[in-house]
């Protein structure tokens, strides 16, 4: 069935002002099998995603779907030759029920007129293993259960071509392995899967074939199990990995004989339940453990971004009080948010004011930041982080994840800070200014700076890490370091095998 060609898009082009986006791009997806469109971020996915669903019109070339040309001018152009698409942003109406999004917009809306619609929707729920009624509020189902969601509206379609946009990367484990059952499901169906991530491992989990795109240009399609997969990041950043390899080798990261800069004991929020933590001047550490275990809430504590509800906390041996960001900052702490979009930019914003915004906040708004000031500010870290933007007065929410998410690390770092706190810092990006951000976090603990990583891929904090704080039901279960950093006994510790380092 893989030897079938079900969607071919032959020489695509697709302009903007000042950018070729797409310069004729080849991509070719068979029937029954799971392609990875992989790239960095500006390589082109995107805009050829938008390309093939009708979001934008190319500049040149043709798409066939079964031998026969086609054309799309929007997303329902698409939908009516058997696309369909989830993308990383979810889409739906968080004021509706699972069942109305699942079903609002179609052709078949008829099904929205009556309550037999809400018996489909939980027929289709339960056959994906779903964790959701057809009746519940979509905005009171998890992030991950909401992407579920849009997935099984999308299957429903009796799609032909499914596109999934980073559809993990909201996902834990379990939710990851149900959603690769399902995709494998579709596939003996006939139905073939454009799949793109930034999870390398995920793509040579699941996929069939992997094409690799940069600068707007086709790299190469290969078969995954022909393709090692340092071969692959070479191809997509367009240079060798040695570099990345060595990451994790730099000489003891573990700072030893340092001071403690932030110590807390029993520390509490609305969210957190109780734990004690320590950080030690240069050192870079990581919460660790599966998605809801609990690594957000306890940053978001240290922090002061919940509701502090307990807890004593001293900085440098100085008993200190932190019950909001501000007195965080105060104290030479800065805090990256797991959700950029939300807790991060200003996407109306330029990216000038968003990158001088919290050392505003910390002047006060008596003590304004100059107009020149300001940009010089944003002209130095554009240059320091490799920001690729057309100007210092672009709105930022126009910037590729990669770059909103070193705006948000300039932003920070024009603070100075003496303690910064990373979640999921990488989250989305690609593996190029994934490598950009660990360098980064390595140099700044070389600097003096304490840092604590967070992020779902083990195999990066391990490189980053030289102590990791493994977290399990909101708890802390375990403390690994030295010898103890390898993926297995991470996993171990996770999963409540080895529980010999856990604090009491």
Known sequence: MQDEVLLQMRHIDKKFP?????????????????????????????????????????????????????SIHSPQDAQNNGISTVYQEITLCPNLTVAENMFIGREDGA???????????????????????????LENCSLAVQQMVAIARAVDMKCKVLILDE??????????????????????????????????E???????????????????????????????????????????????????????????????????????????FSIRKGEVNGFTGLLGSGRSESVRAIFGADKVTGGDVKIKGKPVKITSPIDAMKNGIGYLA?????????AELSVRENIILALQVLNGMFKPISRSEAEAF????????????????????????????????????????????????????DVGT????????????????????????????????????????????GELKGADLNQTKVMKTIAGGETENVEK
Not at 59 to 67: C, F, N, Q
Not at 235 to 250: C, H, S, V
Not at 338 to 346: A, F, M, Q, T, W
């Open 18 to 70: 000042g950018v070729l986006a797409l310069n004729g791009v080849d991509f070719t997806l068979r029937k029954g099998e799971i392609h990875a469109l992989m790239g960095e971020n500006g390589a082109g996915k995107s805009t050829l995603i938008k390309v093939l669903t009708g979001v934008y019109r190319m500049d040149g070339g043709e798409i066939t779907v079964e031998g026969e040309k086609i």
């Open 111 to 137: 099904w929205i007129k009556h309550k037999d619609y809400e018996k489909r929707a939980d027929e289709i729920l339960t056959r994906l293993n779903i964790p959701a009624r057809s009746t519940q509020q």
């Open 167 to 200: 559809p993990t990367s909201s996902l834990d484990d379990k939710e990851v392995n149900m959603l690769f059952t399902l995709m494998k499901d579709l596939k003996s169906q006939g139905v073939g899967i454009i799949f793109v991530t930034h999870f390398l």
């Open 202 to 276: 995920q793509v040579y989990e699941v996929s069939d074939r992997i094409t690799v795109l940069r600068n707007g240009e086709l790299v190469g399609e290969y078969l995954t199990e022909e393709l090692p997969q340092v071969e692959l990041v070479a191809k997509m950043i367009g240079k060798e990995l040695d570099e990345l390899m060595d990451l994790g080798e730099t000489e003891e990261k573990e700072k030893k004989e340092a001071e403690v800069f932030y110590e807390a004991k029993a520390l509490s929020s609305s969210d957190a339940l109780p734990f004690d």
């Open 338 to 346: 797991e959700d950029r979009k939300r807790d991060g930019i200003i």
């Open 378 to 429: 944003a002209d130095e870290y554009i240059k320091v982080l490799n920001i690729k933007t057309a100007s210092r007065e672009t709105p930022v929410g126009s910037l590729s994840g990669g770059n909103q998410q070193k705006v948000i690390l300039a932003r920070w770092l024009l603070t100075h800070p003496d303690y910064l706190i990373l979640d999921e810092p990488t989250r989305g990006i």
């Open 434 to 477: 994934k490598l950009e951000i660990q360098k980064l976090v390595l140099k700044l603990a070389e600097d003096g700076v304490s840092v604590t990583f967070i992020s779902s891929e083990v195999e990066e904090m391990l490189r980053t890490c030289s102590r990791l704080i493994v977290m399990r039901d909101r708890h802390i279960v």
